[in-house]
């Protein structure tokens, strides 16, 4: 099963372009133990791995088509797994998708979260149509705000349960 998900998640990306060159480049990834609670200080790590890695022509912003794909990966990536993984310095950990069953995306799923995407892009891109760094962490951050329910600045148990159902793009949770 994981040899397939892995193989499956390398041609996901390699489909969107990104920067993983091989499935070799995944395991890693996808080795970390269960998150238990997500800082906003892990979380601001997590987002500049993820800008950097989403910024393929390193311009040092993220353009529509990018910020797309990054969702389209993302998205595929974690229902294909039923995990979401935060890259922080601490190293890779998941965050499970709770009562869902792995899956594919479904083309229908796949327009909605392009558009879903695209829609949070201009949102948060301003009127030069560029999302930089500072502006992904915030898009990032207002994520994070949205499921620590209880405002003490970290999420746990059923926040990030919320957290990685809004990363995952799951319907229920957008
Ligand atoms: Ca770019
Ligand atoms: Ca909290």
Redesign the pocket.
């Known amino acids: 099963m994981m040899t397939f998900v892995i193989k499956s998640a390398a041609a996901v990306l390699a489909a969107a372009g990104l920067a993983y060159t091989s499935a070799s480049d995944l395991p890693e990834a996808y080795s970390g133990d269960a998150l238990k609670a997500l800082t906003e200080e892990a979380l601001a790590d997590h987002a500049a791995t993820v800008f950097h890695r989403a910024?393929?022509?390193?311009?040092?912003?993220?353009?529509a088509d990018?910020y797309a794909a990054l969702a389209i990966v993302s998205a595929e990536l974690a229902r294909l797994n039923g995990f979401i993984v935060i890259e922080s310095e601490a190293g890779p950990a998941r965050v499970t998708l709770a009562g869902f069953a792995p899956a594919s995306l479904s083309a229908a799923e796949h327009a909605r979260v392009d558009a879903v995407a695209r829609n949070v892009f201009y949102l948060h891109a301003g009127d030069d149509g560029?999302l930089n760094e500072d502006e992904f962490t915030n898009a990032q951050q207002g994520v994070f705000d949205a499921a620590d329910f209880n405002r003490n600045g970290v999420l746990r148990r059923g926040e990030l349960e919320v957290f990685a159902q809004r990363q995952a793009m799951l319907a229920a949770g957008v």
């Open positions: 910024d393929r022509n390193q311009d040092g912003a993220l353009d990018e560029r």
